[in-house]
T-cell receptor
Framework: AQTVTQSQPEMSVQEAETVTLSCTYD???????LFWYKQPPSRQMILVIR??????QNATENRFSVNFQKAAKSFSLKISDSQLGDTAMYFC??????????FGKGTRLSVIA | EAGVTQSPTHLIKTRGQQATLRCSPI?????VYWYQQALGLGLQFLLW???????NRGNFPPRFSGRQFPNYSSELNVNALELEDSALYLC????????????FGEGSRLTVL
């Protein structure tokens, strides 16, 4: 069974600084997708960034980028120039084939002014 | 375009009662997913429906059940409620059975007293 592990339950960062959230996963599949979702306080979950396993190039979306290490089964999220609006729960997620999205337990990120 | 909508927003029940939660997917989306988000446990997969059929089921007892209607909306039923069923129940939709982005609703918070 696929598992996703986020080892940092909580993190904080100063506004305008850079922070990296960690995620590791376990799978025997060769083709899969990885995601980072963001859940702001009392608001709905939205997709931050997505990575296809067959693509070697790391995905980037504005201030958000990933470091995808397939051999190490690692998928970290880097947030540059952190903003107060980045305060949220961040969930790493994995999907492969005909299975539903599997989530990690989340990392609560606080951006401090 | 309307997003995923869930009702009710909040629901309070007592132990042993039944709860019914409803979800309307984004127009054109045929897959609906249900997740339970309990404090400290991240998102636990409950059920996945596509084209009216149950595609997959998470590790939950049979008192958690649901269905998908011809218009692709879905309901989740929880029978014989227990205190530990208190959680935020999230519904998500996607276009078909593809490894793509899930679009989430704002959730239904169930409190069991």
């Amino acid at each position: 069974a696929q598992t996703v592990t986020q080892s940092q339950p909580e993190m904080s960062v100063q506004e305008a600084e850079t922070v990296t959230l960690s995620c590791t996963y376990d799978t025997s599949e060769s083709n899969y997708y990885l995601f980072w979702y963001k859940q702001p306080p009392s608001r709905q979950m939205i997709l931050v960034i997505r990575q296809e396993a067959y693509k070697q190039q790391n995905a980037t979306e504005n201030r958000f980028s990933v470091n995808f290490q397939k051999a190490a089964k690692s998928f970290s999220l880097k947030i540059s120039d952190s903003q107060l609006g980045d305060t949220a729960m961040y969930f790493c997620a994995f999907i492969s084939g005909n299975t539903p999205l599997v989530f990690g337990k989340g990392t609560r990120l606080s951006v401090i002014a | 375009e309307a997003g995923v909508t869930q009702s009710p927003t909040h629901l309070i029940k007592t132990r042993g009662q039944q709860a019914t939660l409803r979800c309307s997917p984004i127009s054109g989306h045929t897959s609906v997913y249900w997740y339970q988000q309990a404090l400290g446990l991240g998102l636990q997969f409950l059920l996945w429906y596509d084209e009216g059929e149950e595609r997959n089921r998470g590790n939950f007892p049979p008192r958690f059940s649901g269905r998908q209607f011809p218009n692709y909306s879905s309901e989740l039923n929880v029978n014989a409620l227990e205190l530990e069923d208190s959680a935020l129940y999230l519904c998500a939709s996607s276009f078909g059975v593809v490894a793509g982005e899930l679009f989430f609703g704002e959730g239904s918070r169930l409190t069991v007293l």
